[in-house]
């Protein structure tokens, strides 16, 4: 996790001294130009590092400034030597403004410099070594006023004569070993712990006592103060970092005693594996942090310091990163002559030794992503890109990582990968593919590549990735076939790369891929053909989509052998396909043309082609044979009777020989007799044709037989008369319930004389009752209208009498139309005339 500077390359990378590789969070490079110089010349004591440049003390009592790449700027430090120490620079502090420059030595001077006005300069001696000064952060006004640290903490302030007036803060245990003011808060240390003083109140706020390291004492080693921010003060000392909040006290705190407004409460405390060399603010939660290592290396000499990246909780902290740094002279240094001082609005810290000052930035977006290229982490490096932007494209670092998905045969990813990152841009696409190619991987981005019409590729791309599969994936190869829209390729070269590859075990997927590309090309004869090579019922369903009935004029026996119902559905539409074609078709295979004339005789019973069922059902299927004899019309009896007498069909025969009448119903009743012998089949037979000369044949036939002598009479009851039948029984002949027979037939004739009896009397009675309701409707009067015309002579048919209707009297018939002829008049005369009539018979 620790990385190492390597003294040869100012602006190189902290190299990784474990092999693990983690992100790092800075860059590094040797501030050079002007202040080497001065490095060949002096040793550097202390730092101020300032928003606008950064000011160093040397062990000569030195105290130049620099700009922040170590170019010299000229100020009142360098035209006069007057302010310059006689000795070692032990402190140096800036304002916020960097307008003044406090420094102090162990001459026992303490100089306040203004860098552009010498009006409120100051020179101080005290007479022994003075460690530590502070001026004050924030002053408004132009007199500064500034804190002194010796074996007190005193404040110097200007009176009401301008003139410098020391004020005795504190009393301090041994010394004052460093101070960091802020705000209205001083935090110093002393040889026991540190202490906030508050300004505004003018007390301490307390102690925060340090735990002294075995065998070492505290004003050993250098304490590090810093404010993150106006109440959040960080303490870095020997091996122990402290995070301390000043807050107010709240009202059960106040209420204790006479106490400050303000207590120092320290929220993390926690110990490193190094002696804290400084430290500074990174984030809310974290810190950089300067060490210096407690190991010494097998010379016995110091080690590399450290520039970690600290994440603190409530007593514990989290090593981010850590850099291990090599700064010339590193060996021979101690843990108080490295210092930390950082620009923490830039996020830029500058790690200062005596001969060496290195500067740590934060890695900004294009560094990273330098890094995570450089490490192979090309997924973080394009989401980096696509979040804050950088100088890189992000497609220049997509190609890179399908490179190098490529190179660990990742091809699904890199392909994956491409369809995230080329979109529609048909030139990049083309180009990676080739890549693909090279691995022979084309079928891994088969299933990415664009094939829409907004970036379709060159075909010859396509034909690539299909070739590819048809040497080691046929099934693939379909599944593409029936997948990509077929204008993507030339489908006449995969057709002909087909039958050059074309292998009997895989014959199958081939076939299909053959039919679906003649498909494609328009050419559906040979899909057909391929489809039933391979009996595929979706050839009834190519034939449908594209209309191919006249293709199918030559294919119809396949089809049938393929799926029969499917194909008679197709067939038996005489829009789409002739009958005269199929049948043609057909000729040579009765039993399929059986099939297909039995299935067109249920939808068209009337076809031309009905007659030929009667040799095929007489092959086929016999049963059928009967029922279309009697239900057909459209067949030469001569032929079928033929057909029927060569395969022996005497129920056939009969029905033939019946439908033809005279003596062939004769031969009829004779083959029932004769070959059938059923006695019921020849009665009806009989009944059906009601021909006295059957009847006779037939009486004549059985009257010799005694046993069914019964039976004739049985049947030809209302057909024939059974004297005839009687007349022909021989004296003394033993005819098996005969008596029953005769009582049978005599109970039938009387029921038959009875019902004709009954009916002619019903019949009478009906006529009389109707004849009456006529005769009495035909009497009954009618309304008529004095508007109602006559038809003929167009007069009316009743007259007015002095403008006023009136009855009609018999003996009156002024009031009728003349003419007589109106079909109403006629009817009143007649009825008139009758009861005129039978008035005057009534009155003689």
């Known amino acids: 996790m620790a990385k190492a500077l390597p003294l040869i390359s100012c602006d190189s990378w902290a190299d990784s001294i474990n092999e693990e590789d983690v992100e790092p969070k800075f860059k590094y490079h040797r501030l050079a130009n002007d202040l080497k110089y001065m490095l060949n010349a002096d040793v550097i004591t202390c730092s101020a590092v300032h928003l606008k440049f950064l000011i160093f003390g040397t062990f000569r009592g030195r105290v130049c400034i620099f700009d922040h790449q170590g170019n010299s700027v000229y100020s009142n430090l360098s035209a006069s030597e007057r302010y310059t120490h006689q000795v070692a620079v032990n402190n140096i502090d800036v304002d916020h403004k960097g307008e003044y420059v406090a420094t102090c030595s162990d001459d026992g001077k303490v100089n306040i410099t203004g860098l552009f006005s010498s009006d409120n300069n100051h020179s101080l001696s005290f007479g022994k070594c003075i460690k530590v000064v502070s001026l004050e952060p924030d002053s408004k006004a132009h007199i500064k006023r500034f804190v002194v640290g010796d074996d007190k903490l005193i404040l110097y302030e200007r009176n009401l004569l301008k003139k410098l007036k020391p004020v005795e803060l504190c009393s301090v245990e041994g010394s004052v070993l460093s101070i960091c003011w802020h705000g209205n808060f001083i935090a110093w240390a002393s040889h026991i712990g540190v202490r906030v003083y508050d300004l505004n109140e003018r007390c301490s706020l307390g102690l925060i006592k340090w735990e002294v390291p075995p065998q070492e004492r505290l004003e050993n080693f250098r304490c590090h103060l810093r404010w993150s921010n106006k109440h959040t003060l960080l303490i870095g000392w020997v091996d122990t970092i402290r995070v301390c909040v000043i807050r107010k006290r ?20 926690f110990q490193t594996t190094f002696y804290v060399c400084g430290l500074a603010p990174l984030s809310a939660k974290q810190l950089v942090v300067l060490g210096f290592r407690k190991e010494k290396s097998s010379c016995f000499k110091a080690q590399r310091p450290v520039l970690c990246v600290i994440e603190y909780k409530m007593n514990s902290s989290e090593e981010i990163c850590t850099d291990s740094l090599t700064l010339r002279g590193f060996e021979e240094y101690t843990v108080n002559d490295y210092s930390l001082g950082g620009i923490i609005e830039e996020n830029r810290f500058y790690i200062v030794a005596p001969k060496d000052i290195v500067v740590a930035s934060l890695i900004e977006t294009d560094d990273r992503i330098e890094w ?5 982490k090309f997924e973080e490096a394009m989401e980096l890109i696509s979040a804050n932007g950088g100088n890189v494209p992000v497609l220049s670092v997509a190609k890179l990582y399908v490179n190098h998905l490529l190179a660990l045969k990742k091809y699904d990813d890199a ?25 022979q991987q084309l079928r891994s981005v088969s299933a990415y590549l664009p094939t829409s019409d907004e970036c379709k590729l060159d075909p010859h791309v396509y034909e690539m990735v299909l070739y590819e599969f048809l040497k080691f994936d046929v099934c693939g190869f379909l599944n593409l076939i029936k997948e990509w829209p077929s204008h993507l390729y030339d489908g006449l070269a995969v057709i002909n790369a087909i039958h050059d590859n074309f292998r009997k075990h895989h014959a199958n997927q081939l076939l299909e891929s ?5 498909s494609y090309q328009g050419d559906f004869e040979s899909a057909l053909r391929m489809y039933l090579k391979l009996q595929n019922k ?5 034939i449908r989509r594209y209309e191919l009935y006249d293709v199918i004029s030559k294919l119809i026996i396949p089809l049938i052998q393929l799926d029969r119902d499917c194909a008679f559905e197709i067939l038996l539409d005489k829009k789409k396909i002739k009958t005269e074609i199929v049948v043609h078709q057909l000729e040579h295979k009765q039993e399929y043309l059986y099939w297909y004339l039995d299935s067109l005789l249920k939808k068209d019973p009337s076809n031309v082609f009905q007659k030929k069922l009667i040799s095929l059902y007489a092959i086929f299927d016999r049963n059928k044979l009967l029922p279309f004899l009697k239900r057909s019309k459209d067949y030469d009896i001569q032929e079928a009777l033929v057909v029927c007498k060569q395969e022996n069909f005497y129920p056939e025969i009969v029905y033939l020989l019946g439908c033809m009448g005279g003596v062939e119903a004769a031969e009829a009743l004779n083959i029932i007799i004769h070959r059938i012998r059923d006695i019921e089949m020849a009665i009806e037979f009989c009944k059906e ?7 006779n044949a037939l009486i004549n036939e059985f009257s010799n037989h005694p046993e069914i002598v019964t039976k004739v009479l049985d049947g030809i009851v209302d057909y024939f008369s059974p004297a005839v039948v009687v007349g022909k029984i021989k004296m003394g002949q033993n005819i098996p319930n005969l008596r029953q027979s005769l009582i049978k037939m005599l109970w039938h004739y009387n029921l038959q004389g009875e019902i004709l009896s009954s009916a002619q009397q019903i019949q009478l009675s009906d006529y009389f009752e109707i004849h009456s309701e006529i005769v009495t409707t035909q009497r009954r009067g009618q309304q008529v209208s004095n508007e109602q015309m006559c038809s003929l002579c167009h007069r009316p048919v009743l007259m007015l009498r002095g403008g006023m209707s009136w009855a009609l009297d018999l003996d009156d018939f002024r009031g009728l139309c003349g003419c007589g ?3 109403l008049l006629r009817t009143l005369n007649q009825e008139l005339l009758g009861i005129s009539g039978q008035k005057a018979k009534d009155c003689t």
Not at 418 to 425: E, F, I, K, P, V
Not at 689 to 695: A, S
């Open 514 to 518: 053959l039919a679906l590309l003649y």
């Open 689 to 695: 044709h009601d021909d006295n000369d059957l009847w």
């Open 821 to 823: 002829k109106h079909p």
């Open 415 to 439: 392909a994956k990968l491409c369809l995230r990152m080329l979109g529609n841009d048909k030139v990049l696409w083309e180009e990676e593919v080739f890549k693909f190619v090279k691995c």
């Open 372 to 376: 995570l290229i450089k490490h192979s």
């Open 250 to 269: 709240n009202s059960i705190e106040a209420s204790t005693g006479n106490l400050p407004v303000y207590i120092v409460d320290p929220i993390s405390t």
């Open 538 to 542: 979706d050839v009834f369903q190519l």
